[in-house]
C-alpha cells in the first residue's frame, strides 16, 4: 500500500518510529527538568526574586511596554504588506527598466540585518543633521526588511501559477494590471498566506531588537526592572514572563492566519479555482477561459 507521496510504513517502521518519538520526547523532558534544576540551584524560584510581579504598577509599566512593542509591530506590518506589493509588482514587470533596479533593490534590503537598520537610522542619521525617533528607527528597520521578503514570498506565488491562468485572463480581455489584480494576485496570496503570516511573526519577534536604541518596548521595560538590586536582580523571572507575552502573542497571531485561511478556503471562487487546476484534469481550449470568465467581472476599464 502507498500513498501519493511516499510508502506507508510498515509495521517495523511504525515500531522504528515510536520508539524514536518516545526518546525524543524523554531527552525533551529531561533538557527541561535540567534547566528547571539549575534555575532552582541558583535561586532564581525564590519568593523575593518573584515580589516585584506581584505589584499592580510593575504589572501597568510591563503592559504599557506590551503597547509600545504592538504599536510598532502594527504599523511595521502595513508597511511590510505595503513595500512587498509594491516590490512585487516591479519585479513581475514586463519593462526591464523597471523590473531590474527594483530586483537590486530587494535584493540590497533583504541583504540589510534588521539592527543594522535601526541602528543606522537612530545613530546615523544624526551625524548626517537627521534625527530619528527610536519608534520611527524600529518601524522603518522592520518595513525595509521585512518588506523585502514579503516581496519575493509574492513573487515566487505568482511565480508558480500555471501558465494558462494568464492567458485567461488575456482571453477574457483584461490588460496586464487586470490581470495581476484579478487573477494572479489574489491565488498568489491564498497560496503563499502561510509564508506571509510567518513574516508577520518575525516581525513581530523583530520589535525586541528596539531595546539597543532605547525604544521602551516590551523586553526594554522587563530589562529595565530586571535590573533592579533590592530584589536581588530578577532578570530571569522578567524574561520568562516577557517570553510567555511573546508566545501568547505569536500563537493569537497564528490562529487569525488560520481563521484567514479556512476563510479563503470556503469562498465559492477559490472552491472554483481549486476545482480548475485539480490534479488529473483535462485542460481543453477555452475552459480555462470558461472558469476565469464566471470568477472576474471584466468592467470597460479592464478591456483592452
Same mark, same amino acid.
Given at each position: 500500500?502507498?500513498?501519493?507521496?511516499?510508502?506507508? =510504513?510498515?509495521?517495523?517502521?511504525?515500531?522504528?518510529?515510536?520508539?524514536?518519538?518516545?526518546?525524543?520526547?524523554?531527552?525533551?523532558? /529531561?533538557?527541561?527538568?535540567?534547566?528547571? &534544576? %539549575?534555575? /532552582?540551584?541558583?535561586?532564581?524560584?525564590?519568593?523575593?526574586?518573584?515580589?516585584? +510581579?506581584?505589584?499592580?504598577?510593575? &504589572?501597568?509599566?510591563?503592559?504599557?511596554?506590551?503597547?509600545?512593542?504592538?504599536?510598532?509591530?502594527?504599523?511595521?506590518?502595513? *508597511?511590510?504588506?505595503?513595500?512587498?506589493?509594491?516590490?512585487?509588482?516591479?519585479?513581475?514587470?514586463? @519593462?526591464?527598466?523597471?523590473? +531590474?533596479?527594483?530586483? &537590486?533593490?530587494?535584493?540590497?534590503?533583504? !541583504?540589510?540585518?534588521?539592527?543594522?537598520?535601526?541602528?543606522? +537610522?537612530?545613530?546615523?542619521? =544624526?551625524?548626517?543633521? #537627521?534625527?530619528?525617533?527610536?519608534? &520611527?528607527?524600529?518601524?522603518?528597520?522592520?518595513?525595509?526588511?521585512?518588506?523585502?521578503?514579503?516581496?519575493?514570498?509574492?513573487?515566487? *506565488?505568482?511565480?508558480?501559477?500555471?501558465?494558462?491562468?494568464?492567458? !485567461?485572463?488575456?482571453?477574457?480581455?483584461?490588460?496586464?494590471? *487586470?490581470?495581476? %489584480?484579478?487573477?494572479?494576485? =489574489?491565488? /498568489?496570496?491564498?497560496?503563499?498566506?502561510?509564508?506571509?503570516?510567518?513574516?508577520?511573526?518575525?516581525?513581530?519577534?523583530?520589535?525586541?531588537?528596539?531595546?539597543?536604541?532605547?525604544?521602551?518596548?516590551?523586553?526594554?521595560?522587563?530589562?529595565?526592572?530586571?535590573?533592579?538590586?533590592?530584589?536581588?536582580?530578577?532578570?530571569? =523571572?522578567?524574561?520568562?514572563?516577557?517570553?510567555?507575552?511573546?508566545?501568547?502573542?505569536?500563537?493569537?497571531?497564528?490562529?487569525?492566519?488560520?481563521?484567514?485561511?479556512?476563510?479563503?478556503? %470556503?469562498?465559492?471562487?477559490?472552491?472554483? !479555482?481549486? /476545482? !480548475? #487546476?485539480?490534479? *488529473?484534469?483535462? @485542460?481543453?481550449?477555452?475552459?480555462?477561459?470558461?472558469?476565469?470568465?464566471?470568477?472576474?467581472?471584466?468592467?470597460?476599464?479592464?478591456?483592452?
Amino acid at each position: 500500500m502507498s500513498s501519493v507521496l511516499y510508502d506507508v =510504513p510498515g509495521p517495523r517502521a511504525v515500531a522504528r518510529n515510536r520508539v524514536l518519538g518516545i526518546v525524543t520526547v524523554v531527552v525533551i523532558v /529531561a533538557l527541561l527538568a535540567f534547566v528547571i &534544576w %539549575r534555575f /532552582a540551584e541558583a535561586g532564581q524560584f525564590t519568593a523575593r526574586k518573584w515580589e516585584l +510581579l506581584s505589584y499592580t504598577a510593575v &504589572w501597568a509599566q510591563i503592559g504599557e511596554g506590551l503597547l509600545a512593542t504592538l504599536r510598532a509591530f502594527a504599523l511595521a506590518a502595513v *508597511g511590510s504588506l505595503v513595500l512587498g506589493f509594491a516590490l512585487a509588482i516591479g519585479r513581475l514587470s514586463d @519593462h526591464a527598466w523597471v523590473r +531590474l533596479p527594483v530586483a &537590486w533593490i530587494t535584493e540590497i534590503l533583504r !541583504a540589510i540585518p534588521v539592527l543594522v537598520a535601526m541602528m543606522l +537610522l537612530y545613530y546615523g542619521l =544624526p551625524v548626517l543633521g #537627521m534625527r530619528v525617533s527610536p519608534y &520611527w528607527a524600529v518601524v522603518i528597520g522592520l518595513v525595509i526588511y521585512n518588506g523585502s521578503v514579503i516581496a519575493e514570498a509574492i513573487r515566487a *506565488g505568482v511565480a508558480s501559477l500555471p501558465r494558462g491562468q494568464s492567458e !485567461a485572463g488575456y482571453a477574457v480581455g483584461l490588460r496586464k494590471s *487586470g490581470v495581476m %489584480r484579478l487573477v494572479l494576485l =489574489p491565488q /498568489a496570496i491564498r497560496a503563499m498566506m502561510p509564508v506571509i503570516i510567518a513574516q508577520l511573526v518575525v516581525t513581530l519577534k523583530d520589535t525586541a531588537l528596539g531595546f539597543i536604541i532605547t525604544y521602551p518596548e516590551l523586553l526594554y521595560i522587563a530589562r529595565q526592572l530586571g535590573r533592579n538590586i533590592l530584589y536581588e536582580a530578577p532578570i530571569i =523571572p522578567f524574561t520568562l514572563v516577557t517570553g510567555a507575552i511573546y508566545i501568547l502573542i505569536c500563537m493569537a497571531l497564528s490562529y487569525v492566519a488560520y481563521r484567514v485561511e479556512r476563510g479563503l478556503k %470556503r469562498s465559492p471562487k477559490v472552491q472554483t !479555482a481549486n /476545482a !480548475a #487546476m485539480a490534479p *488529473g484534469r483535462v @485542460h481543453e481550449e477555452g475552459t480555462d477561459t470558461q472558469i476565469l470568465a464566471q470568477q472576474v467581472d471584466v468592467d470597460g476599464s479592464d478591456r483592452k
